[in-house]
């Protein structure tokens, strides 16, 4: 018994448009929920960067035992320090980054937004 084998041009029309279909559902949903995702990215940034600033340098321990100081759900937040300016900047990728710098006195205090 023979097999007909299908001419991939023929069915490649079909799998085009689903992953299309698909993509386009990602962007709409992504533009819909774009001001929310980007609130929330920007908050856990800002959260995040004055946590581990004040870990960092009212507490004195390494930047990246820092981390287990955040909230559940924050895993996607990453850090880095400016030693020179007592600052840990606090990133969630593609979205929000937030800056908190340790000053003598008032303590960690988050970077002005500059009209955000």
């Known amino acids: 018994m023979a097999t007909v ?9 079909w799998r085009r448009r689903i ?9 709409a949903l992504f533009a819909f929920f774009w001001k ?8 856990g ?3 995040g960067a004055r946590v581990a600033c004040s870990c960092r340098y ?3 321990r ?9 909230e559940p759900g924050m895993e996607l937040i990453t850090l880095s320090e400016d030693v020179e300016s007592k600052s840990v900047t606090a990133r969630f990728p593609l ?3 937030e800056t ?10 988050l970077e002005p937004w500059n009209g955000r």
């Open 19 to 27: 992953l299309l279909l698909g993509l386009a559902l990602v962007i």
């Open 58 to 60: 009212v507490g004195g």
């Open 95 to 97: 979205l929000a980054a």
């Open 36 to 43: 929310p995702l980007r609130g929330y990215a920007e908050t």
């Open 5 to 13: 084998k299908q001419n991939p041009a023929t069915r490649s029309p």
């Open 62 to 70: 390494p930047l990246g035992d820092c981390k287990k100081d955040f």
């Open 100 to 109: 908190a710098t340790y000053r003598e006195g008032p303590g960690c205090q």
């Open 45 to 47: 940034a800002a959260y």
